[in-house]
């Protein structure tokens, strides 16, 4: 066994997934330095690799949901013997198992779930003390109540190279005009959903004072971004379906400007370090917002939001469809100065 080698089991959300960089930072601050790997679905791997702390990326080839105890229990026992520590990042039960298996010493996590025997270094979680995602994944990288660090923001690479072979596949270019980046999906549901209508408004404005605007998204975002270039003129750039995880962190990183619903690519956005808009409605920018300095977030804070709904529970998303994209000129006009 390494003496000082770490087990993150990794979280199912690209946001989340991102938001665990700063934990991976504290890890690797301890001395001896360990060796980290992280336990995760196989589509994380562009953003751990994207992650300077990361040893390695442990494929879990076990869909969202599943119990797949057998599969859980032969992971487990492949893992043995390799680590001093599993911090489990995922609330559940079975979260907890492959670790478990494994015979790892020590199993730090959120107690949730009744995960006692599990878990042996169980935590309970004050909600009012550790508001932010971030934070709750950055406090189990650290003995029991001990402070935070002061900054908290996560930061993925971008390789230059990379980021230019990629651009070139795509028949992409950053040289003539600045970029406009829309990420006009968001995997949760439509309450999180700016209206295409007001995307669409941003891409002429910006279009209009000759910079190129992108789409991007997966393939699920496709009828969405294909509203936004039909109702934003000639000249949009629509990505969606076209590129994986990876490539969509090269695209972004090229951006002058990216402007995002509440979304994992927001997420991505804010770690490379671009200048962002954030848009919210249902879900609440005070518990995963982006973080980063050069973010702008803008909502209109209404009574009855943040509500957390996948679809608006009274028929309206006024959230969303009275934000008017004045607004998000004016926090990227904020940005610009």
Same mark, same amino acid.
């Given at each position: 066994?390494?003496?000082?080698?770490?087990?993150?089991?990794?979280?199912?959300?690209?946001?989340?997934?991102?938001?665990?960089?700063?934990?991976?930072? +504290?890890?690797? %601050?301890?001395?001896? $330095?360990? !060796?980290?790997?992280?336990?995760?679905?196989?589509?994380?791997?562009?953003?751990?690799? =994207?992650? !300077?702390?990361?040893?390695? @990326?442990?494929?879990?080839?076990?869909?969202?949901?599943?119990? /797949?105890?057998?599969?859980?229990?032969?992971?487990? =026992?492949?893992?043995?013997?390799?680590?001093?520590?599993?911090?489990?990042?995922?609330?559940?039960?079975?979260? /907890?198992?492959l670790p478990f298996f494994a015979g790892i010493p020590q199993r730090t996590g959120f107690v949730r779930e009744l995960r006692y025997g599990l878990l042996n270094d169980a935590r309970r979680l004050d909600k009012r003390a550790l508001p932010m995602t971030v934070q709750r994944f950055s406090a189990l990288g650290l003995g029991a109540g001990a402070p935070?660090?002061?900054?908290?923001?996560? =930061?993925?690479?971008?390789?230059?190279?990379?980021?230019?072979?990629?651009?070139?596949?795509?028949?992409?270019?950053?040289?003539?005009?600045?970029?406009?980046?829309?990420?006009?999906?968001?995997?949760?549901?439509? %309450?999180?959903?700016?209206?295409?209508?007001?995307?669409? %408004?941003?891409?002429?404005?910006?279009?209009?004072?000759?910079?190129?605007?992108?789409? $991007?998204?997966? %393939?699920?975002?496709?009828?969405?971004?294909?509203?936004?270039? /039909?109702? *934003?003129?000639?000249?949009?750039?629509?990505?969606?379906?076209?590129?994986?995880?990876?490539?969509?962190?090269?695209?972004? @990183?090229?951006?002058?400007?990216?402007?995002?619903?509440?979304? *994992?690519?927001?997420?991505?956005? @804010?770690?490379?370090? =671009?200048?962002?808009?954030?848009?919210?409605? +249902? +879900?609440?920018?005070?518990?995963?917002?982006?973080? +980063?300095a050069r973010a702008r977030v803008v909502s209109l804070a209404l009574s009855c939001s943040p509500c957390f709904k996948r679809e608006c529970p009274l028929g309206h998303l006024r959230c969303l469809n009275d934000l008017d994209p004045e607004r998000v000129l004016a926090a990227a006009a904020e940005l610009d100065a």
């Open positions: 066994m390494s003496d000082d080698a770490v087990l993150v089991v990794g979280p199912s959300w690209v946001g989340d997934m991102v938001m665990i960089e700063p934990l991976l930072a +504290s890890l690797k %601050a301890r001395q001896p $330095v360990p !060796a980290v790997d992280v336990l995760a679905p196989a589509w994380s791997a562009p953003l751990l690799s =994207r992650m !300077a702390q990361v040893r390695r @990326a442990i494929d879990l080839p076990i869909g969202h949901g599943q119990w /797949a105890v057998g599969k859980r229990l032969a992971m487990g =026992r492949a893992l043995r013997g390799q680590y001093q520590q599993a911090i489990v990042l995922p609330g559940s039960w079975k979260s /907890a198992l935070l660090p002061g900054t908290l923001e996560p =930061r993925l690479n971008a390789d230059p190279v990379v980021v230019a072979r990629t651009l070139a596949s795509l028949g992409l270019s950053t040289g003539s005009a600045p970029v406009l980046l829309l990420c006009p999906g968001a995997e949760f549901g439509p %309450a999180k959903r700016w209206p295409a209508v007001h995307f669409a %408004a941003l891409a002429r404005h910006y279009r209009q004072r000759g910079w190129q605007v992108w789409l $991007v998204g997966s %393939a699920r975002d496709a009828s969405i971004t294909a509203q936004v270039k /039909a109702a *934003g003129g000639d000249g949009c750039i629509d990505l969606a379906g076209r590129t994986d995880l990876g490539e969509v962190c090269d695209v972004i @990183a090229a951006a002058d400007l990216v402007v995002s619903n509440d979304s *994992g690519l927001m997420h991505v956005a @804010a770690a490379l370090g =671009r200048p962002l808009v954030a848009v919210y409605g +249902s +879900s609440d920018p005070g518990f995963t917002p982006p973080l +980063s």
